[in-house]
């Protein structure tokens, strides 16, 4: 994906100069390749947080259990609330969900931990795509707004 803005950004007619269009260019380049970068590591913390999770399941199972028993706990602490029946019975059926995943942890601790990766990660890479989408269009318009100006002077704006 590095590079494709830049190509586009050169061909663009309303960016105005070759000297602003080579500007933008260079902004563009730059975010690709931080974006880039920051796919890499996420990638890379991924893959390596999936393989110690795949090759020791006890230490996942344990997570698992310790998730659990969280999710039970909180249940417990909004039980004691005093917001309602329907609220006591949400709080309740939290209680019980913790408990069926501490009781589940040996049998799909592997999976669920592999699963919270998975999730996180694709967390990261949504977080990094809106970022960059984000930080296209400001450098476009900048870009923009420095071809009207260059249009209604007529020079370059450094």
């Not at 190509?7 to 260019?25: E, F, I, P, Y």
């Not at 913390?45 to 698992?64: E, Q, R």
């Amino acid at each position: 994906m590095a590079g494709v803005h830049a190509a586009q950004t050169m061909n663009a007619n309303d960016k105005g100069s070759l000297v602003n269009r080579t500007k933008c260019a260079g902004e563009h380049l730059k975010n690709d390749l931080k974006t880039g970068l920051k796919v890499g590591l996420v990638s890379t913390l991924t893959a390596g947080a999936g393989m110690a999770a795949y090759h020791s399941p006890a230490a996942c199972v344990k997570v698992t259990g310790k998730a659990g028993q969280g999710v039970a706990t909180i249940g417990k602490w909004l039980g004691k609330l005093n917001l309602g029946k329907t609220f006591a019975k949400a709080a309740n059926n939290l209680e019980k969900f913790g408990g069926k995943i501490m009781e589940k942890a040996p049998k799909y601790g592997k999976f669920a931990v592999l699963a919270g990766i998975g999730v996180l990660a694709m967390s990261a890479f949504t977080r990094i795509a809106k970022k960059q989408g984000y930080n296209e269009g400001k450098i476009d318009q900048k870009y923009e707004d420095n071809a009207k100006i260059e249009k209604m002077t007529g020079s370059i704006v450094v």
